[in-house]
């Protein structure tokens, strides 16, 4: 697990950024290349460095016009890191150019006896991007200041709690619709850490943008124990709630708003294991405690043939287990698979 602390314009953050992480980024670079092959010495179809550069030329602009903070910070990483731009906004672009993958994660949330809103993720990867998350406590100008958890290299933020006391954690879902123009779904997550203070704040911004393919799910809580779940997809947008009190929601990586079920892509290569893990804690989730104890328990859980800590399953490993409480401004994270690790208290720095 990288640290990162970044304050000040788009910039200096992205510098701060790219000096602190700059071996990782590199390999991460290389990483995903290895996957645009298609290992008989070419390139997977729509994936050869002509085809990439010209999405990339794309993307820069249209962020650029949309967000000019976001290319200016892409901008400071590649600088700190001593890479070229283009390398880095790729990195960035990464499940927008290979369109078989998608962030593979397990969310659960609810609000406890108290009424303040407890909300848990798992972050699966692939076991080559294993130790690639940073802990990065962000001081943006004239935003919100935020703990979270991304990837070393680029501006995605799986998981964010904010000073105003909003909070998050996303999942991937894939969709066989593809759409010309919108924002890629995943430059969406910096946006609710940065501008919104509560559940209904994060669903009005995110219903502003259509998005060109796939989709996340977004646990969401805020500081006055509202919970809820949007997915936010290339077919739609809709968002669940806990029926009740003491009631729990909760979302692997395929669609469950009855909007959007059967928008999934049956080509996604860890359905089987998404809806085992859906198996998994719909029978398991009356016995959560609802507290710090009860989803950390929870994020430990080992079952066959997935569990929700996950050590090769699918081919995801559980790289850590992530408990937010968005009224005490507080995020644990676990440094390793969450079963051997323990939750370490991270909170925002308020200045």
Same mark, same amino acid.
């Given at each position: 697990?990288?640290?990162?602390?970044?304050?000040?314009?788009?910039?200096?953050?992205?510098?701060?950024?790219?000096?602190?992480?700059?071996d990782?980024?590199?390999?991460?670079?290389?990483?995903?290349r290895?996957?645009?092959?298609?290992?008989?010495?070419?390139?997977?179809p729509?994936?050869?460095?002509?085809?990439?550069r010209?999405k990339?030329?794309?993307?820069?602009?249209? %962020?650029g016009?949309?967000?000019?903070?976001?290319?200016?910070?892409? +901008?400071?990483? $590649?600088?700190g890191?001593?890479?070229?731009?283009?390398?880095?906004?790729?990195?960035?672009? @990464?499940?927008? &150019?290979?369109?078989?993958?998608?962030p593979?994660c397990?969310?659960?949330?609810?609000?406890?006896?108290?009424?303040?809103?407890?909300?848990?993720?798992?972050?699966?990867?692939?076991?080559?991007?294993?130790?690639?998350?940073? %802990?990065?406590?962000?001081?943006?100008?004239?935003?919100?200041?935020? @703990?979270?958890?991304?990837?070393?290299?680029?501006?995605w933020?799986?998981?964010?709690?904010?000073?105003?006391?909003?909070?998050?954690?996303m999942?991937?879902l894939?969709?066989?619709?593809?759409?010309?123009?919108?924002?890629?779904?995943?430059?969406?997550?910096?946006?609710?850490a940065?501008?919104?203070?509560?559940?209904?704040?994060? $669903?009005?911004?995110?219903?502003?943008?259509? %998005?060109?393919?796939?989709?996340?799910?977004?646990?969401?809580?805020?500081?006055?124990?509202?919970?809820?779940i &949007?997915?936010k997809?290339?077919?739609?947008?809709?968002?669940r709630?806990?029926?009740?009190?003491?009631?729990?929601?909760?979302?692997?990586?395929h669609?469950?708003?009855k +909007?959007?079920?059967?928008?999934?892509?049956?080509?996604?290569?860890?359905?089987?294991?998404?809806?085992?893990?859906i198996?998994? @804690?719909?029978?398991?989730?009356?016995?959560?405690?609802?507290?710090? +104890?009860?989803?950390?328990?929870?994020?430990?859980?080992?079952?066959?043939?997935?569990?929700?800590?996950?050590?090769?399953?699918?081919?995801?490993?559980?790289?850590?287990?992530?408990?937010?409480?968005?009224?005490?401004? $507080?995020?644990?994270?676990?440094?390793?698979?969450?079963?051997?690790h323990?939750?370490?208290?991270?909170?925002?720095?308020?200045?």
């Amino acid at each position: 697990m990288y640290y990162l602390q970044t304050e000040g314009d788009a910039m200096a953050r992205g510098i701060a950024h790219g000096r602190a992480a700059s071996d990782r980024i590199a390999v991460l670079i290389d990483r995903y290349r290895e996957d645009f092959t298609d290992g008989k010495g070419g390139w997977r179809p729509g994936l050869a460095p002509d085809a990439r550069r010209r999405k990339v030329d794309v993307w820069t602009e249209r %962020i650029g016009g949309l967000f000019p903070d976001m290319i200016r910070e892409i +901008e400071g990483i $590649a600088i700190g890191a001593g890479l070229p731009f283009d390398d880095v906004f790729e990195l960035n672009l @990464v499940f927008d &150019l290979d369109e078989s993958t998608t962030p593979a994660c397990t969310v659960f949330g609810f609000a406890d006896e108290d009424g303040r809103a407890w909300l848990g993720k798992s972050d699966d990867l692939g076991k080559r991007e294993l130790g690639a998350n940073a %802990i990065h406590h962000a001081a943006p100008s004239g935003k919100l200041r935020s @703990v979270q958890i991304h990837f070393v290299g680029t501006i995605w933020t799986s998981s964010a709690v904010n000073e105003a006391g909003f909070g998050f954690g996303m999942t991937g879902l894939t969709g066989c619709e593809r759409r010309e123009g919108g924002v890629p779904v995943l430059f969406l997550l910096p946006l609710l850490a940065e501008r919104c203070r509560t559940v209904e704040d994060a $669903a009005a911004l995110c219903a502003e943008f259509e %998005i060109p393919m796939h989709g996340m799910s977004v646990l969401m809580g805020d500081a006055t124990g509202e919970v809820a779940i &949007l997915e936010k997809h290339v077919a739609g947008q809709t968002i669940r709630r806990p029926s009740g009190p003491g009631e729990a929601v909760w979302e692997t990586n395929h669609c469950l708003g009855k +909007e959007l079920v059967g928008k999934d892509d049956p080509a996604l290569p860890y359905l089987d294991n998404s809806h085992a893990r859906i198996d998994l @804690v719909s029978r398991m989730e009356r016995d959560v405690a609802r507290s710090f +104890e009860g989803l950390a328990q929870m994020y430990r859980t080992h079952d066959d043939p997935v569990g929700i800590c996950q050590h090769g399953q699918g081919g995801l490993h559980t790289d850590s287990g992530i408990i937010l409480c968005p009224a005490e401004r $507080a995020m644990w994270a676990t440094e390793g698979y969450p079963c051997c690790h323990p939750f370490i208290r991270h909170e925002v720095d308020t200045g």
